[in-house]
């Protein structure tokens, strides 16, 4: 099994500033990671520098600690890392084994060390032709789709792990690749009914059908809906007069 790269997360700590615990004044301290999953159980990831191009210093976490600690920045990787995987694809593909990495460009260059090093990590060999198929398959070219679809794929889980606040918060990072997407808009709306926000739901699922008047599963869902909006208002109590 090849290495799949995710995109950049972010993790969040809150640190403590001042000398004593009690009179220190907290913050958050923010970091960027590139993620690449190297199996079912494994995610290896590595930290972004100021520049944001990857380090050397790689950390395996399992999925679940993934989950719990790190959020999508998909648009971290599309300003740095998405261009140099472009750039380093198509060298990839006319060059082959010819490529010299010393003579790449810095983003390229971070960029394909830390492949050859997930592929290392993965027990495949760590040469030009799989770091081009890992590449590939990551969908730089398509304007993130495929970080797109992992992100998705990571709501679904979440949602159905009932941990809604971070499945919510993954599909509105989705929302940033694609703001129109009428499938990420439903799977937000979905977490949305399942958090009792029937407005923000039905608001979304109107957008969705904006965006593909055709969902049926979305018009569907859109009645529903408005059905128990509906419900809900004449449920109202009655004035008492004294």
Request: hydrophobic letters at 40%; charged letters at 30%; glycine letters at 6%.
């Given at each position: 099994?090849?290495?799949?790269?995710?995109?950049?997360?972010?993790?969040?700590?809150i640190?403590?500033?001042?000398?004593?615990?009690?009179?220190?004044r907290?913050?958050?301290q923010?970091?960027?990671?590139?993620a690449i999953?190297?199996?079912v159980?494994?995610?290896?990831?590595?930290?972004l520098?100021?520049?944001?191009?990857?380090?050397?210093?790689?950390?395996?976490v399992?999925?679940?600690?993934?989950?719990s600690?790190?959020?999508?920045?998909?648009?971290?990787?599309?300003?740095?890392l998405?261009?140099?995987?472009?750039?380093?694809?198509r060298l990839?593909?006319?060059?082959?084994?010819?490529?010299?990495?010393?003579?790449?460009?810095?983003?390229?260059r971070?960029?394909?060390t830390v492949l050859?090093?997930a592929?290392?990590?993965?027990?495949v060999?760590?040469?030009?032709?799989?770091?081009?198929?890992?590449?590939?398959h990551?969908?730089?070219?398509?304007?993130?789709?495929?970080l797109?679809?992992?992100?998705?794929a990571?709501g679904?889980?979440?949602?159905?792990?009932?941990?809604?606040?971070?499945?919510?918060?993954?599909?509105?990072?989705?929302?940033?690749?694609?703001?129109?997407?009428?499938?990420?808009?439903?799977n937000?709306?979905?977490?949305?009914?399942?958090?009792?926000?029937?407005?923000?739901?039905?608001?979304?699922?109107?957008?969705a059908?904006?965006?593909?008047?055709?969902?049926?599963?979305?018009?569907?869902f859109?009645r529903?809906?408005?059905?128990?909006?509906?419900?809900?208002?004449?449920?109202?109590?009655?004035?008492?007069?004294?």
């Open positions: 099994m090849l290495p799949e790269m995710l995109g950049c997360y972010q993790s969040q700590k640190e403590k500033m001042g000398k004593s615990a009690a009179s220190g907290d913050f958050t923010r970091i960027d990671w590139l999953r190297l199996d159980a494994r995610i290896l990831i590595f930290p520098d100021d520049k944001k191009l990857p380090l050397p210093l790689q950390k395996t399992t999925p679940q600690e993934f989950l600690h790190f959020l999508p920045a998909p648009l971290v990787f599309n300003e740095r998405g261009p140099a995987a472009l750039v380093l694809t990839l593909r006319d060059v082959g084994s010819k490529l010299d990495q010393n003579a790449l460009p810095d983003a390229e971070a960029l394909f050859l090093v592929l290392a990590a993965a027990g060999p760590d040469d030009d032709a799989a770091a081009l198929e890992v590449l590939t990551c969908g730089a070219a398509q304007g993130g789709e495929a797109k679809r992992s992100i998705n990571f679904i889980h979440l949602r159905k792990q009932k941990n809604f606040d971070t499945a919510a918060a993954y599909y509105r990072k989705a929302l940033e690749l694609a703001p129109s997407d009428e499938r990420i808009l439903f937000l709306a979905r977490v949305l009914y399942d958090k009792g926000e029937l407005s923000g739901c039905r608001e979304l699922l109107e957008k059908l904006a965006s593909a008047p055709d969902f049926s599963e979305a018009s569907k859109l529903h809906v408005r059905r128990r909006e509906d419900a809900l208002g004449r449920t109202d109590f009655p004035d008492i007069t004294v």
